[in-house]
């Protein structure tokens, strides 16, 4: 089910032609992966498969924002 869900992110932010730009493990619970598209925006995925809610920190040059990730949970933030 996860899986699942995790798919239909994908399938619904990223387009052909659309480049992955970075992915990110740096801890065995969560998940990141991002791509920019051709009109500049880039789709960040956040999965997160353990049972409790996460803080996680999106980082793009300087700029910061913290998240929270529910549980079980696929997440995508698009940034413009």
Same mark, same amino acid.
């Given at each position: 089910? #996860? &899986? ?10 990223? @387009?052909? /032609?659309? +480049? !992955? &730009?970075?992915?990110?493990?740096? &801890?065995?619970?969560?998940?990141? &992966?991002?791509?920019?598209? #051709?009109? /500049?925006?880039?789709?960040? $995925?956040?999965?997160?498969? #353990? ?6 920190? $999106?980082?793009?040059? +300087? +700029?910061?924002? +913290?998240? !929270?990730?529910? /549980? @079980? ?8």
């Amino acid at each position: 089910r #996860q &899986t699942l869900k995790a798919i239909g992110h994908f399938s619904r932010f990223i @387009h052909s /032609g659309d +480049e !992955m &730009t970075a992915f990110s493990k740096y &801890t065995d619970k969560l998940e990141f &992966t991002a791509f920019s598209s #051709q009109d /500049g925006t880039i789709s960040c $995925i956040a999965f997160n498969p #353990q049972d409790k809610k996460m803080k996680a920190v $999106i980082r793009i040059g +300087e +700029e910061c924002a +913290e998240i !929270m990730l529910n /549980g @079980h949970s696929c997440s995508t933030l698009v940034i413009a």
